[in-house]
C-alpha cells in the first residue's frame, strides 16, 4: 500500500468524509491521492475558508481534514487552526511539501521563508502533534498516532508529507505504537470521594456546562447526570446549545455580570459549583466579570480535575461523568426551576433590530438547522438565540469564520440546512465562500446584518471613522456567485425573507440592514464593562 493510500484510508475510517483546502505544486500528488481516495476533496477559494469549514466540520463530525500546499498554502490556514487548538476542534492538516533530497539550505526554493523546518515549527505551536513523514518504516505509526492524538484530545494535528513520499511504497515492517498511560486508581478513588462529599455536603449545587460535553460526546449522558441529581445547569457562550435550553433544568446563560441575571445569581450564590468541559475564559466569565469562589468550585475538562485548590492531571471529564452517572452515593436534590426560560413576547413591526432578529430565528423549530455564528454582536446576540446546535467562535473570536463555517456543517449534517449570521466586516473578509456554497450545492441561508461598522468595537469604545464598514451591495454580490438575495429593513420584510430562505434549495442571502447604534443587551453590558475596566480618552 502506499503512503497516500494509507492516510486518506485511515482518515475514511476515521469518519472522514471531505478535505478541505487548495490544490498547489507541493500538493499535487497529495490530491492525485485524495482524488483516488473516498474522501471528497472540497476547494474552497482561500486557505482560511478551508480552515474554517474544516473546523466547523469537525465540530459536528468528530474529525476534520484540510489539505494544502507548503508555504503560501499551509501559512495562510494558520489563523482558523489557532482557532481550532482555542477551542478544542479536531483537525487535520495535511501539507505536500517539498522532496528530504532537495532540502539544501543553500537552496531559495519557492514557498519556502526561513528554513525547510519553519513551517512544522509553526504548526508545533498550535497543535497537539505535528510530525513530518520521511522514514519508510515509521510512516505508519505516525500517521495512526497523529489521527489517534487529535482524536482523544480534540484538538489539531499536522502531516507533512514530501510530495515523493505519497506514492511511495510502506515496508511490510511497522513499528507498534506506544501504549496510554493509564489511569492511577488511587488518585481517581480519591478524586471522587471528594468530590460526592462536596456534592453531599452542598445545599445549592449548580452546573455549567461547557463545550467539551459537545466536543467529547457527552451530551446524553450528561442530561442522563443532571436529571439523576436534579441538578440547575448554565452553559456559557461558546457552549450554547451543549445542553437542551428548553429543559426544565436550564437556567440561561452565564457570562458574569454581561451576562443572564437569574444565571449569574444562582452560579455565584451556589455552595458547590460543578464546571464540566467549560474554558474559563474572558468571553465565557464576561471579561472577568463573574464572582466565583475557589473554594466552592469543582472544575472537571479534558486534560484535569481540579476540586478547590486540589488538581488531578490524571482523570477527566469522561471519568467524572460516568462515575456520577453510574455513583449511588449522591443525594437527588429539590431544586425548582423559578428562572425557567419563558417564551418571549412578539416584537412589534417596524424597523428591523438585532433584537428581533434573533427573535425571529429562535421561532424557528429544532432538528432542522444548524445555527452559525460570526464574531461581534451576531456572536453577543446569539445568547438570546434558542436552538439546539450553534456553532460559535466564542473564545479565539476569529472574524470570517461564519460563511465557510456553513460549507463544513452541511457537509458534516447534510439533513440540518446552515443558517449564517455574519456582520458587514466578517463577511467581507470571507462572503465570497457563497461560490463555494453554489458550486458544492449546499442550501446555506445567509444573514448579513448590515448596520455599517464594527458595532462591537464602537460599543467598547466609541464611534470612530475607522470603525466605518464600506458598504457592498449584498445581494447583487451573492447573485453574481449564482446565488439568490433580497434586502430587507423592516421586521414584516425580514419575516417574509426568513421564510422564503428557509425553504429554498439552494444558497440564499438575506441583508438585514439595522441602525448603526443598534446593539444587543449582551454587547450593551459588554461595551459599559469595558468602560468601566478601562479609562478612555476621548
Not at 468550585?297 to 477527566?316: M, Q, R, V
Not at 467524572?320 to 412589534?348: G, H
Not at 446576540?381 to 456553532?391: S, T
Request: proline fraction near 5%; include cysteine; aromatic fraction near 8%.
Amino acid at each position: 500500500m502506499k503512503v497516500g493510500q494509507y492516510l486518506f484510508n485511515k482518515l475514511y475510517k476515521a469518519n472522514v468524509k471531505y478535505a478541505f483546502g487548495i490544490p498547489g505544486d507541493f500538493a499535487l500528488p497529495l490530491y492525485a491521492s485524495l482524488s483516488q481516495s473516498p474522501i471528497i476533496p472540497i476547494v474552497t477559494t482561500h486557505e482560511p475558508s478551508a480552515g474554517f469549514a474544516a473546523d466547523a466540520y469537525a465540530r459536528l463530525n468528530g474529525l476534520g481534514l484540510a489539505v494544502v500546499t507548503y508555504g503560501a498554502g499551509a501559512l495562510n490556514i494558520i489563523n482558523p487552526i489557532a482557532q481550532a487548538y482555542a477551542e478544542k476542534s479536531p483537525v487535520i492538516v495535511v501539507s505536500g511539501a517539498p522532496e528530504i533530497k532537495n532540502r539544501n539550505p543553500d537552496l531559495l526554493l519557492h514557498h519556502r521563508v526561513k528554513t525547510f523546518e519553519t513551517q512544522i515549527e509553526i504548526f508545533q505551536r498550535i497543535t497537539n502533534i505535528s510530525v513530518l513523514l520521511q522514514d519508510p518504516h515509521l510512516i505508519t505509526e505516525q500517521i495512526d498516532e497523529v489521527i489517534d492524538t487529535v482524536l482523544r484530545t480534540k484538538r489539531p494535528g499536522y502531516i507533512e508529507i514530501p510530495r515523493d513520499l505519497v506514492y511511495k511504497e510502506i515496508p511490510k515492517f511497522r513499528c507498534k505504537h506506544s501504549r496510554r498511560p493509564e489511569k492511577k486508581l488511587e488518585v481517581f478513588s480519591e478524586a471522587m470521594e471528594e468530590i460526592v462529599s462536596r456534592i453531599n455536603a452542598s445545599r445549592k449545587p449548580v452546573v455549567i456546562a461547557g463545550v467539551e460535553i459537545e466536543r467529547f460526546g457527552l451530551g446524553g449522558k450528561f442530561i442522563k447526570l443532571v436529571e439523576k441529581y436534579n441538578f440547575p445547569v448554565a452553559t456559557s457562550i461558546i457552549g450554547k446549545a451543549v445542553f437542551p435550553e428548553h429543559h426544565k433544568n436550564f437556567i440561561g446563560t452565564y457570562m458574569g455580570a454581561v451576562g443572564n441575571p437569574a444565571a449569574r445569581k444562582l452560579v455565584e450564590e451556589s455552595d458547590c459549583l460543578l464546571i464540566l468541559g467549560e474554558m474559563i475564559t474572558d468571553t465565557n466569565t464576561g471579561l472577568f466579570t463573574s464572582h466565583i469562589k475557589r473554594e466552592n468550585l469543582i472544575h472537571a475538562s479534558s486534560e484535569h480535575i481540579s476540586i478547590s485548590h486540589h488538581n488531578f492531571d490524571e482523570i477527566d471529564i469522561t471519568d467524572l461523568i460516568n462515575y456520577l452517572l453510574n455513583s449511588k452515593k449522591i443525594k437527588k436534590f429539590s431544586f425548582k426551576n423559578s428562572f425557567a426560560q419563558k417564551k418571549a413576547p412578539p416584537v412589534k413591526n417596524g424597523k428591523l433590530t438585532i433584537k428581533a432578529i434573533f427573535r425571529e430565528l429562535s421561532s424557528l423549530p429544532d432538528g432542522k438547522y444548524s445555527f452559525i455564528t460570526d464574531v461581534g454582536d451576531c456572536l453577543f446576540g446569539c445568547v438570546d438565540l434558542n436552538a439546539d446546535i450553534i456553532l460559535n467562535p466564542g473564545y479565539y473570536a476569529s472574524m470570517g469564520f461564519g460563511v465557510p463555517a456553513a460549507i463544513g456543517a452541511f457537509l458534516a449534517l447534510p439533513s440540518r440546512k446552515p443558517i449564517s449570521l455574519v456582520g458587514d466586516g466578517g463577511f467581507q473578509m470571507t462572503g465570497v465562500e457563497i461560490s463555494t456554497l453554489v458550486k458544492s450545492d449546499i442550501p446555506a441561508l445567509i444573514i448579513v446584518v448590515n448596520n455599517g461598522a464594527f458595532s462591537s468595537l464602537e460599543a467598547m469604545d466609541r464611534k470612530r471613522d475607522y470603525f466605518t464598514v464600506h458598504s457592498w451591495d449584498y445581494v447583487k454580490l451573492a447573485e453574481s456567485l449564482g446565488a439568490e438575495g433580497i434586502r430587507v429593513n423592516t421586521l414584516k420584510d425580514f419575516k417574509k425573507a426568513l421564510e422564503l430562505g428557509t425553504q429554498k434549495n439552494k444558497a440564499f442571502l438575506i441583508e438585514a440592514i439595522i441602525e448603526r447604534s443598534d446593539i444587543s443587551e449582551t454587547l450593551e453590558r459588554i461595551g459599559n464593562a469595558v468602560h468601566r475596566k478601562f479609562s478612555r480618552k476621548k
